[in-house]
């Protein structure tokens, strides 16, 4: 069941090279002379690779059914990160190669959202928002903005975040996981 090029749209998940892939932008071209084709630039699941192809009129696009599901991190051991799954309550552990960079934000309890393709987990996507509490800062100096009035900050899952200068130990902040950026202090 191969689908047109009229039908590729952000977020559709799809076939290409039996790698699975979701499209993130779609521009679809209708030129005064020759076929139409659609310009899209594609994630890959597995590895968060993007990349960028042309499919054309003729080209078969395999649609890939891939199933969301909540998953709730347990803990880890050496380079296996468990999970549970929300609804069957089953164990389903990552390695790091997977996780990458997401690991340093995984804390007890956290929800993430599993990408499932055959009954295989291709991937996790974290809350875009996660609030985490400080545990080592230097003390920030008042009228020192000669660093942009930002410094580095060591979260309760050891990853180390920019903050303002206002931001102590025991702060509770909230931290953009898309692009490790200090958002806001709650609480």
């Not at 909540?70 to 803990?75: A, G, P």
């Not at 934000?105 to 509490?133: A, R």
Request: charged letters at 30%; a negative charge; proline letters at 4%.
């Amino acid at each position: 069941m191969a689908l047109s090029i009229n039908e590729i749209k952000p977020g559709l998940t799809i076939l290409v090279d039996n790698e699975v892939f979701m499209v993130i932008e779609a521009q679809h071209v209708k030129p005064g002379k020759g076929a139409a084709f659609v310009r899209v630039k594609l994630r890959n699941l597995k590895n968060n690779n993007i990349q960028e192809m042309t499919f054309r009129g003729e080209d078969k696009i395999e649609p890939a059914f891939v199933e969301e599901r909540r998953l709730q991190y347990l803990y880890s051991s050496g380079k296996a990160y468990h999970f549970m799954d929300q609804e069957n309550f089953e164990e389903i552990v990552l390695s790091d190669d997977i996780l990458q960079e997401k690991k340093k934000f995984l804390k007890d309890n956290l929800e993430v959202t599993g990408y499932f393709y055959k009954h295989q987990i291709l991937n996790i996507s974290l809350p875009n928002f996660i609030e985490f509490e400080v545990i080592h800062t230097e003390p920030g100096v008042k009228g020192d903005t000669a660093k942009s009035g930002t410094k580095p900050a060591k979260i309760e899952t050891g990853a180390i975040i920019q903050v303002p200068l206002f931001i102590n130990v025991g702060d509770k902040i909230k931290v953009d996981t898309r692009t490790d950026e200090y958002i806001e202090r709650v609480g």
